[in-house]
């Protein structure tokens, strides 16, 4: 059995190559002016992403998502692809590198180049988003309030390898005229924001896990659930929309109200899940599993994933009757290993160690827990509770690069030195290499350094890579970083049970 279902999972490069190149015709091009069906199927990797506007048939033309708005020809959609997702996989960049020879929007200096004065293009000014679909991020340094006044970093900050010219730049580094650290992060998706990024109401007004503070909205001065973005820097969708607008799509000024509400009327209402594979089907029928494809995404309830009665991503018992039709075309086997995948992700315990905000927080170190206790809410894994936690995907020691620090990596290496008389990172102590300080650049504080907000787990087939950084090339990549990370051992069959069920979310 086991081998039937590796064999299966093994022809699907094969069938990759062959859909990678039909793609092209899925590219969203700014102000194309086509609607957006209510419900519309992309093919991938894994089968074909299902994506669903709840709010019917969406008429692009003139709207504030679609259209280029800003003096780069940028829209938002050009990062935020429905057939990736909405975000965009690096196969999507490279394609689009190669039908405009460079000259694609997405390419745009401001941020789709390693720096902004590195020669267009030319492939090795933009080599992070070629090779990992990275855009470089650029925050102020040091870290600012929501007021614009100055945070005191508890941490000093060297750079000491800079690959990629940017941070050590006299026009754009940390020690120009507007001092600004760069990072570089994959694009987040755009879609099922009803369970972590909703308008909160009065209530708790302090993270759970730590007793600080939360954001706040500046129009209600509600708190936030402060899981939009990397570093949950932004509080509320509408003030990410002015950003993104300012800096990704370089427009003269705020967008207006009227083009706010629609980038934020269509945020609430668009859904994305993985809906269809070769072996398994559609997964839109009634005997399905209840909580896969847009629709169900659409249809759900958020809240906190419970194991027995609500788990994060339903149950999977129509698909555990191995034998329930019997043909050799390898949809018994899928589905039976999607099944098992699901038992690995809830109940397959293992030791989580020396994670900043999990094993920090009074709940023990070690702690022998499973993948949903920290990706936790319903229908998204994201964390019910702000998300950022440091899980070794951007400090030393890393896990999908050399373990200690050497010149050879492509991103740009940090030094933090924790100030004396302040709380250190708990597990790397008060001198970290990074090459992404996350929620501490916003924050500013030591024990933030290298903690990511969890991104939300829906239609992973159609986005790779993975992680903010993109280090994980695949979702075997993913798999394969948390048996390092954890010396988790898993067997042959539950590594590959556990990737096909990320493949089908
Ligand atoms: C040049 C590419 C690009 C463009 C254009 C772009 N984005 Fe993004 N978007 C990103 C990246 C990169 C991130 C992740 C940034 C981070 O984590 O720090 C992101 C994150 C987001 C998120 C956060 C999702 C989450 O789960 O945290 C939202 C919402 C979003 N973008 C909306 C928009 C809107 C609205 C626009 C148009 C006004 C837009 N984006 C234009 C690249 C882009
Ligand atoms: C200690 C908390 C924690 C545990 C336990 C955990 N994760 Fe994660 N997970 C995270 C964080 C944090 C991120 C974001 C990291 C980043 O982007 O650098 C993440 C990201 C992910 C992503 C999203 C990748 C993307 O780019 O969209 C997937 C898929 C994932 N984890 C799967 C798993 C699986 C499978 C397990 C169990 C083997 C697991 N996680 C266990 C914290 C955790």
């Excluded at 419900?39 to 008429?59: D, K």
Aim: charged share 20%; net charge negative; with cysteine.
């Amino acid at each position: 059995m086991a081998r039937a279902v590796m064999a299966a999972a093994l022809t699907l490069p094969a069938a990759l190559s062959a859909q990678q190149s039909e793609r092209i015709d899925d590219w969203w091009s700014p102000g194309q002016g086509t609607p957006l069906p209510e419900r519309a199927n992309y093919s991938n990797a894994g089968g074909m992403l299902g994506v669903f506007n709840q709010a019917g048939v969406l008429e692009t033309k003139g709207h504030a998502f679609f259209e280029p708005l800003g003096s780069n020809g940028r829209a938002c959609v050009s990062c935020h692809q429905p057939s990736d997702g909405m975000s965009i996989s690096v196969a999507t960049v490279q394609r689009r590198w190669q039908a405009t020879a460079g000259r694609d929007p997405i390419f745009a200096e401001v941020d789709g180049a390693n720096c902004p004065n590195q020669p267009r293009g030319e492939a090795s000014s933009h080599s992070l988003l070629l090779e990992r679909g990275l855009f470089r991020i650029g925050l102020p340094w040091p870290p600012r309030d929501a007021n614009g006044a100055v945070i005191e970093p508890e941490y000093d900050l060297e750079l000491v390898s800079d690959p990629v010219h940017c941070n050590s730049d006299s026009e754009y580094g940390i020690t120009s005229a507007t001092p600004t650290v760069s990072v570089y992060r994959r694009p987040r998706p755009v879609a099922n924001f009803k369970y972590f990024a909703y308008p909160r109401g009065p209530g708790l007004g302090f993270n759970i896990k730590d007793g600080t503070p939360l954001d706040r909205d500046p129009e209600t001065g509600y708190p936030s659930t402060m899981n939009i973005m990397a570093d949950a820097r932004e509080p509320t969708l509408k003030q990410q929309a002015i950003n993104a607008g300012l800096g990704h799509l370089q427009t003269q000024g705020r967008l207006s109200e009227a083009q706010l509400k629609q980038i934020t009327d269509f945020e609430a209402q668009v859904y994305v899940a993985q809906a269809y594979n070769e072996f398994a089907g559609s997964f839109e029928t009634p005997s399905a599993p209840d909580s896969l494809g847009p629709v169900a995404v659409a249809n759900g309830v958020p809240g906190l994933g419970d194991n027995l009665h609500n788990p994060v991503f339903g149950f999977y018992e129509s698909w555990k009757r191995e034998d329930f039709d019997g043909s050799a075309d390898g949809a018994d086997e899928f589905k039976a290993s999607v099944a098992r995948g699901s038992d690995v992700f809830f109940l397959r315990q293992f030791w989580l160690k020396d994670t900043t905000h999990i094993n920090s927080i009074g709940l023990g170190n070690p702690l022998k827990r499973t993948c949903a206790t920290c990706h936790n809410a319903r229908m998204t894994g994201m964390d019910l509770a702000p998300g950022w936690v440091d899980l070794g995907t951007t400090n030393y020691p890393t896990w999908n690069g050399p373990r200690t620090f050497t010149e050879d990596s492509p991103l740009p290496v940090f030094k933090l030195t924790c100030k004396p008389g302040y709380k250190t990172h708990p597990y790397l102590g008060t001198v970290v290499y990074t090459h992404d300080p996350g929620r501490a650049l916003i924050s500013g504080r030591c024990v933030d350094i290298g903690a990511i907000t969890m991104q939300q787990m829906r239609g992973l087939a159609a986005r790779a890579p993975y992680f903010a950084n993109g280090s994980a090339k695949s979702i075997a990549e993913i798999v394969d970083y948390y048996d390092r990370r954890f010396n988790i051992g898993y067997s042959e069959q539950e590594r590959q049970d556990l990737i096909n069920f990320l493949s089908v979310l």
